[in-house]
């Protein structure tokens, strides 16, 4: 699409806008591995073999890429893969810079596979200016930010990280998975690629496991490109389409995630048995101004922690609307226990030290009437109170 349109005439007129051969508005789920050859050394749009390029993974990536302002998207079997697609830019004695809190996923990859190939990293707090540009050294060629970040939503400046990093060429890639293209544009804000677990907010109804990425340059889109079918960790034609129709809506499930998330976050922090609540739409909040200065909203993510006297297992169990469960940005609200699941892979004296103490709570804001939720995490805290 060449004219310029509305973030939420994108979402649904972006893309291959439908198939052309029938006049189907949807790309159809193309389930061919293979595509014939008109003649030896041509072949037709572009299409030869799936691993390389499916008219389904096609569509999601051609939208994608609009959505994050980048010149090309690319679809994987899961966020992990589109991770690990990207983490295979360095090489053996590279070093990537994490931030404090990072997706427990991306750092076990980092700390229990790339580290194997020679990979290795620093975490870093990038709020500390001088502590980043110490850690910079000349090994480092990748620096990776997450904002705000699993699990006390911590709020980096991609700008001014960017900015930094940039100084001693380094490439700097966003995991925008909380935030999605409609809250926040990392590639806009200086990072040369933006990736998300598109399992979550993007396709929005907890029903596939997806990754993206999007690239901000052509011959960095080239290696990407490369890299996606070197290995092979593909986005698959019925998750793309199922992608593709949860993305039409993102605009309207965001809208509601946000107002929802303001309506909870507001009960929590005024709830007898609730001690600390994290979420950067709070004024109180630490990341607040930041948030505010470089995405469109919070998002849905609140984070809280229990009073002395009450056990957040009990409130786990009483629990009837909101499911505990992993993952988070489906239509349904979720809880869950970071220290154990999302940031299990994490050793506890880390997890200590980034705030996943192991009476954290992590909620994911869904989009059922905001009154229900706060009327069963209501009910639940009360119950949680021991004797
Ligand atoms: C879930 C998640 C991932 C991993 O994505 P999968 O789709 O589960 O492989 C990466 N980053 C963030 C921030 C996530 O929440």
């Not at 690319?74 to 990072?102: C, E, N, Q, W, Y």
């Amino acid at each position: 699409m060449s004219e310029k349109r509305a973030f939420e005439t994108l979402l649904i007129q972006g893309g291959s806008r439908g198939d052309e051969f029938t006049g189907a508005v949807n790309v159809p789920v193309y389930l061919s591995s293979t595509f014939r050859l008109p003649e030896f050394g041509r072949n037709k749009a572009g299409f030869e073999y799936a691993r390389t390029a499916n008219p389904s993974r096609k569509d999601a990536e051609t939208l994608i890429a609009q959505l994050e302002e980048g010149v090309k998207g690319f679809a994987f079997s899961s966020g992990m893969a589109a991770v690990t697609t990207v983490l295979s830019l360095f090489s053996k004695g590279d070093r990537i810079l994490l931030p404090k809190t990072v997706y427990g996923g991306t750092y076990r990859l980092l700390n229990q596979v790339f580290n194997r190939f020679g990979l290795r990293m620093t975490i870093v707090e990038y709020a500390d200016e001088s502590a980043l540009r110490e850690a910079l050294t000349d090994d480092v060629r990748g620096l990776f930010i997450e904002t705000p970040a699993n699990p006390v939503l911590a709020v980096t400046d991609i700008e001014k990280t960017a900015r930094i990093a940039h100084e001693k060429n380094v490439l700097v890639i966003a995991d925008n998975t909380f935030m999605t293209p409609y809250l926040q544009r990392p590639l806009t804000l200086g990072a040369d690629i933006v990736l998300h677990s598109a399992t979550k907010y993007l396709a929005g109804h907890s029903d596939v496991i997806a990754g993206v990425a999007v690239v901000k340059d052509a011959a960095l889109a080239e290696i990407i490109g490369f890299l996606q079918n070197a290995l092979g960790a593909v986005l698959p034609p019925f998750d793309s389409y199922l992608l593709v129709r949860g993305i039409k809506t993102l605009a309207v499930r965001m809208d509601r995630h946000l107002a929802n998330a303001s309506v909870v976050a507001a009960f929590l922090v005024n709830h007898r048995a609730v001690d600390r609540v994290w979420y950067p739409g709070l004024e109180s909040d630490p990341g607040y101004a930041l948030q505010k200065k470089q995405a469109k909203g919070a998002g849905g993510m609140i984070s809280f922690r229990l009073k002395a006297g009450y056990d957040y297992k009990r409130f786990f169990k009483a629990l009837r609307i909101v499911s505990l469960a992993e993952s988070l940005g489906g239509v349904e609200s979720l809880v869950c226990h970071p220290a154990t699941m999302t940031h299990g892979a994490y050793p506890k004296n880390l997890r200590d030290a980034i705030g996943v103490t192991d009476d954290l709570i992590r909620l994911s804001v869904g989009i059922e009437a905001a009154e229900d939720i706060t009327a069963d995490l209501d009910q639940a805290l009360t119950a949680a109170r021991v004797a």
